[in-house]
């Protein structure tokens, strides 16, 4: 079995929408927008409602930046969830940077975890989880996280805000 590939920059629990141009397996091309579930500095998790070949190339535009880049469908990372499927996709254009997101550096929590960065729906302080990737996932579908805030003492749905260096 091969052993599995340190990751070189923190993975962040994002949703990002995007629209992805590719050929389908009959060579037909396609567009279809879909959205990120967790992005990196080399790639990404994208949720979208249609099947990819692994191995083929498809381009990838952020609609928050309108910055697009060339990337390699690595492989199927999950089943089929609310009529999408996540893919797990890889950057072939080194420093390009679609995302519009400063990568900090990479921690040795961050290769067994995704950052989430929360909020507090009362006083908005912000906190930065490592959290499993199907808990950051769960988050995102049920929009949020049912937590106490140490700061206000409040009981709240803590809810995903973008990543900021914390």
């Not at 993975?11 to 992005?39: C, E, K, M, N, Y």
């Not at 996540?86 to 995704?114: A, S, Y």
Request: overall charge positive.
């Amino acid at each position: 079995m091969e052993a599995a590939r340190a990751r070189r920059s923190p993975r962040l629990a994002l949703a990002l929408p995007i629209r992805v141009f590719g050929f389908d397996f009959q060579g037909i091309d396609f567009v279809q927008d879909g959205s990120t579930a967790v992005v990196s500095q080399h790639g990404a998790k994208i949720r979208l409602g249609r099947n990819l070949i692994p191995d083929q190339e498809i381009r990838i535009l952020c609609q928050r930046t309108g910055r697009e880049g060339v990337f390699r469908v690595v492989c199927r990372v999950s089943g089929m969830e609310k009529g999408s499927l996540f893919w797990g996709v890889e950057l072939l254009e080194i420093g390009t940077n679609i995302w519009g997101i400063e990568f900090p550096e990479v921690q040795p929590q961050d290769q067994r975890t995704v950052r989430m960065m929360v909020q507090c729906p009362e006083c908005k302080t912000r906190e930065l989880l490592h959290a499993e990737e199907r808990l950051a996932e769960a988050v995102h579908e049920m929009g949020g996280l049912l937590r106490r805030c140490q700061l206000c003492g409040k009981s709240g749905l803590w809810k995903t805000v973008p990543y900021t260096d914390a």
